[in-house]
């Protein structure tokens, strides 16, 4: 059975002023639904036809990169889209993240440092991540479509810094939408949520 393309959580103009309508179109209508279009002709006819997403990209990984690399951001943005929502960010994190990255990251300040440091600092396409890897949270970056998937990880949250995910709206300045991401866009509880389907290790 082909992928499809989830829809938007929300209104195209939801996010505004920090993620403008026109952003979440191309994005969405144009990006995400290409990546999901590229995925089913790859598979069709070979032996990733019919799995898991997740079982597509971790068998891919490093084998067949137009196959990865879909599959990939397919699960990427599947995610991104609810890590969103209209009056989020700020520090409403729900206890039980809460407590694990005061254990892990050195408290919420911190760890919003070093997440803003990790999307800042990701060389070119890729993504910062909040990632749950052997019981531990760690801040992480991955290049183009990687996730903590590939690297023993279970992602809690994601930041897509590829430039089509802010350049309408905030052009070179990178570490401006991140902030505003962070501090107006998080979606907490889909953390939570991610937090509760992390795999058992």
Known sequence: MAFELVPLPYAYDSLQPY????TLEYHHDKHHKAYVDKLNDLIKGTDYEGK??????????????????????NFNHIHFW????????????????????????????KFREDFLAAGAGQFGSGWAWLTLKDGKLEVTKTPNGENPLVHGGWPLLGCDVWEHSYYIDYRNARPKYLEA?????????????????APSS
């Open 19 to 22: 993620m403008s309508a026109e």
């Open 181 to 197: 991401w962070f501090d107006n866009l998080i979606n907490w509880e889909h953390v939570e949520e991610m937090y509760a389907q």
């Open 82 to 109: 609810p890590w969103m929502t209209k009056d989020g960010g700020g520090k409403k994190v729900p206890g039980a993240v809460l407590a694990l990255i005061d254990r892990d990251l050195g408290g919420f300040d």
């Open 52 to 73: 898991e997403l997740e079982t597509i990209i971790k068998e891919s990984f490093g084998k067949d990169a137009g196959v990865f690399n879909n599959a990939a951001q």
